[in-house]
């Protein structure tokens, strides 16, 4: 696996890396260790203030740390400088809220005085993705350094810079070394730190594909895990949705971040009296992308990645034509060199067609063309992924009936998706398990302690066990 820095517009390599070796494994895994057994027993407000640093160094340096990511995954530079930003205020969410998170919680129970305590679970290995290269670091490395959780960490081989930067910046706000280890690892390299005992969970942000691989290992080997995997993310249009909201979000629910989002809307689902409209106002907003330098505040859609990404998707395209779905609309192809792919808006998809129900990671729109509401759910769940999902309807109360019903991670009616550190990410079906940010992503990894307390032996024990008073009828 060659880790390099290619600029995606210009088609430049600027850096190749070189893999870690066995010495570099070794030498972090041990520090790791020992740090964790430092903060095993340290309160959490020790580890905190360092986030608030953190935070603020982001919001500091936001520009400097944006052009790392335009440069080497194409990422517009207002979208890198929101991702940035979105850092720092997930940092400072633990930095402020950690402590009452993970406060032990008190159980009744005739047994004694009982509480769960949240303690450390150990080093984590995490295996983050090339698309918000700093975010979903972030969404690992905050709530688990509070808990104090040592990590060492795979990214992304085309985002080798943005995980070194990110890596600086929590040295450089004063987290002890050990805290956060970025590895050049292979894939071999991968199944070898999960198998290496001091390794107590396992976190992943990527493909079904790296999902089965890194799940397979970590099971094998009895580690915890979670994995937040791709989505075929529905947007529906509901019988009685205001259009004009509608038309609004559509095109960024797909665009944003030249549709490289897990969450991003792929299946546009839209009752048959909306149709006709929303195919052609989501035309005229394709239409008028502007396709460029993404360091320019006029370009409007940045290039995809890699090379290897856009090749990818235009296969997927091609195989749907070849199934029988239409083009409804192809933009002419970008002036410049880079790996644009022109927005494209499929229609037509039957169930037998490669593309029904997959992903397509970029900006295609798959638009479906359904009786009514209740048809409009059953094609939403009719998918093997299950991450996110848009209602508009005619209000919020009746879109949150439709959201309820679909078999998804998270739904946003009437609005754009957010990502918040408040808010609960994660998935079901092959879109992966567990959940990151909000108060159930500071759980993920911790070792839920019970500890229950007596002055003296309860009376009614025998055979090791407390017996509840009945019991001694038998």
């Known amino acids: 696996m060659a880790y390099q820095t290619i600029n995606p517009y210009t088609n430049e390599l600027i850096q190749t890396y070189d893999e870690a070796t066995t010495e570099d494994i070794e030498t972090s895994l041990a520090q790791a260790q020992q740090l964790y057994k430092r903060w095993r027993n340290d309160p959490v407000g020790t580890r905190t203030p360092v986030l608030h640093r953190l935070a603020q160094l982001f919001r500091d340096e936001k520009d400097d740390l944006a052009k790392v990511l335009t440069t080497e995954m194409g990422k517009l530079f207002s979208e890198a400088q929101g991702e940035v930003l979105l850092c720092a205020s997930i940092a400072d969410y633990y930095a402020d809220h950690a402590e009452e998170l993970l406060m032990p919680r008190k159980i009744d129970s005739i047994a004694g005085e009982a509480q769960l305590e949240n303690h450390p679970l150990g080093v984590l290995m995490a295996v983050e993705p090339w698309n918000f290269p700093y975010y979903q670091m972030m969404r690992i490395f905050a709530p688990n350094f509070a808990v104090g959780d040592p990590i060492v960490y795979k990214h992304a081989a085309n985002t080798p810079a943005s995980a070194l930067a990110f890596e600086d910046a929590v040295k450089r706000a004063g987290a002890p070394d050990g805290s956060l280890t970025n590895l050049f690892l292979s894939y071999a390299q991968v199944g070898d730190v999960i198998a290496d005992s001091r390794v107590q969970g396992v976190a992943l942000t990527g493909s079904e594909r790296g999902g089965t691989a890194v799940a397979e290992a970590a099971g094998k080997h009895l580690k915890k895990s979670t994995m937040e995997l791709g989505g075929a993310d529905a947007f529906i249009v509901a019988h009685d949705a205001n259009m004009e909201q509608v038309n609004a979000i559509a095109p960024r629910a797909r665009l944003y971040n030249a549709g490289q989002v897990c969450t ?89 067609n490669p593309a029904y129900g997959k992903e397509m990671f970029g900006p295609v729109a798959q638009v479906y063309k359904v009786k009514d509401d209740d048809e409009a759910v059953e094609l939403a769940n009719d998918t093997d992924l ?62 839920q302690e019970l500890v229950v307390k007596r002055d003296a032996p309860n009376d009614n024990e025998f055979g090791g066990l407390v017996a509840p008073a009945h019991y001694h009828d038998l």
């Open 386 to 447: 299950g991450l996110g999902g848009i209602v508009f309807a005619g209000t919020g109360e009746y879109g949150a009936q439709l959201a309820s019903r679909m078999e998804t991670g998270q739904v946003f009616v009437n609005t754009f998706f957010s990502s918040l550190p408040e808010l609960e990410f994660g998935g079901v079906k092959k879109s992966g398990f567990g959940r990151e940010l909000g108060h159930n992503g500071i759980m993920s990894f911790v070792n």
């Open 264 to 352: 991003s809307s792929k299946r546009f689902i839209v009752t048959e009296n909306h149709y006709d409209e929303f195919l052609e106002n989501l035309k005229k907003s394709f239409a008028a992308v502007k396709m460029g330098d993404p360091m320019d505040p006029a370009t409007t859609l940045a290039p995809m990645n890699s090379k290897r990404a856009k090749e990818k998707l235009q296969e997927q395209v091609d195989a749907a034509l070849q199934g029988g779905a239409t083009a409804y609309f192809v933009h002419e192809p970008a002036e410049d060199d880079g790996q644009f792919f022109p927005p494209t808006i499929l229609t037509d998809i039957a169930k037998d």
